[in-house]
Every structure is written in structure tokens, then in C-alpha cells.
């Protein structure tokens, strides 16, 4: 079953705008993730925010949970034509044991 | 620094043939393991995660089985594919329990034909 789900689900903006992306999710949670999918390939990690933390910051990237609200948000600043990409939200449950579950994605294009 | 390594990276495959896509981890000890699929377009469905050899958990009851005969290796096969089966195959690794994020291999597109 599928824990979080993205929106939008598709993203289109011009390359120096910023672009963010909400996640939603349905049980309590040990911690959320956000992973980088380009066209065809693995994903690669980008942030992990704990269940007791309420924001996080990596270069361009912020993170906001709010357990509350059983929600997440991604806002990348700045944003750049080579971060054209899918971006998951992912959840590990506080019941899920040792599973990562993921949402559907975010497809974000960056115009040039 | 640690690596994983999936193979093959494309593979087609008639329906009713087997399966047997490899995975394995370098660089780590005991790392918990894991199989996801994901169809065109849409978001990763765990298929079976483990957190040591001979250890196996499934998700998904379907037409699939993992292994994993080493510590650092874990193996996906199937005895008679489906069309179904068709999708992006992804293993990926993490440490502890909810403490470290997931760590992908590059993937394995597999089209049932």
C-alpha cells in the first residue's frame, strides 16, 4: 500500500524559480525521506528529517514536516534546468519494521 | 565508501521463461536489503526487504521470490514470468532500523514479451 502521496504530480517551472512539492502520508512515522529519481535510473537520497524535527536544510533544499498534519514539503530554491528530475517522498512507518514505503512522485521540469 | 551493483541493466525476456536478476553490496556489513518495482511513470512498490541471509520478507504475494545466500547478495527470481512482470527493478541497501536512508542500484528494466 502506498504511505505517502506527492502533489502535484507534475511541476513545470522556469529555470531561477522556486519549486516545492508537498507529501502527505497516512501513520505515525520514525522519520521522512526525500530521494531524486532522473529518467531511467536509481534514485539517490537527498534529505532524511527525523519525526521530531521540524525543518531541515541541505544547500538549495528545504524540508518541513508537520506530524500533525501527516504532511511533508520539498522546496528547491533557485531552481536549476539539471534539477529536471522525479522527486518521491518516502516514509518509514513507526509499525513498518525495517520498510521504506514510497509515494507516486513529483515530476518537476525546469525550463531554460 | 560502499557501492551496490545491479545487473543486468536491460533485459527482455518471452512470458514463461525464468528470472534471476543479482544484487550485491560492497563496502558494508549486515546492511538491510531490498527489491522494489516500479511501473512507467509511477512510485516504487516494495516487493521483499531483508534484514539478514535466509531472512526474507514478502510484500506482495505474485509471481516472485527473493533470495539472499549472502550477506551482502540478494537475488530476485522468478520460475514463469508474466507479462506482468514487465516494469524497472530496483535493490537498494540501508543500516539499522529507520536510521539511514536507502541506498539504489542503477536498476534493471526487464520487458516481458
Known amino acids: 500500500s502506498q504511505q505517502g502521496e506527492e502533489d502535484p504530480q507534475a511541476l513545470s517551472i522556469q529555470e531561477g524559480e522556486n519549486a516545492t512539492m508537498n507529501c502527505s502520508y497516512k501513520t505515525s512515522i520514525n522519520n521522512l525521506q526525500w530521494y531524486r529519481q532522473n529518467s531511467g535510473r536509481g534514485l539517490v537520497h537527498l534529505i532524511l528529517?527525523?519525526?521530531?524535527?521540524r525543518e531541515k536544510h541541505s544547500g538549495r533544499l528545504r524540508v518541513t514536516l508537520d506530524t500533525s498534519k501527516k504532511s511533508s514539503s520539498l522546496l528547491i530554491t533557485a531552481s536549476r534546468a539539471a534539477d529536471t528530475a522525479s522527486y518521491f517522498c518516502a516514509t518509514d512507518a513507526v509499525t513498518g519494521g525495517f520498510k521504506t514505503i514510497f509515494g507516486a512522485g513529483t515530476r518537476l521540469f525546469v525550463k531554460a | 565508501s560502499q557501492t551496490i551493483h545491479q545487473w543486468p541493466a536491460t533485459l527482455v525476456q518471452p512470458v514463461g521463461s525464468p528470472l534471476s536478476l543479482e544484487c550485491t553490496v560492497e563496502?558494508?556489513?549486515?546492511?538491510?536489503l531490498y527489491w522494489y518495482r516500479q511501473a512507467a511513470g509511477r512510485g516504487l512498490q516494495l516487493l521483499f526487504y531483508?534484514?539478514?541471509?535466509?531472512?526474507i520478507s514478502s510484500e506482495v504475494p505474485q509471481n516472485l521470490s527473493a533470495s539472499r545466500p549472502q550477506d551482502r547478495q540478494f537475488i530476485l527470481s522468478s520460475k514463469k514470468l508474466l507479462l506482468s512482470d514487465s516494469g524497472f527493478y530496483l535493490c537498494a541497501w540501508s543500516l539499522g532500523r529507520g536510521r539511514s536512508p536507502l541506498h539504489f542500484g542503477n536498476g534493471t528494466r526487464l520487458t516481458v514479451t
Open positions: 563496502g558494508t556489513s549486515n546492511p538491510n
Open positions: 528529517i527525523r519525526s521530531n524535527e
Open positions: 531483508s534484514v539478514g541471509i535466509g531472512q
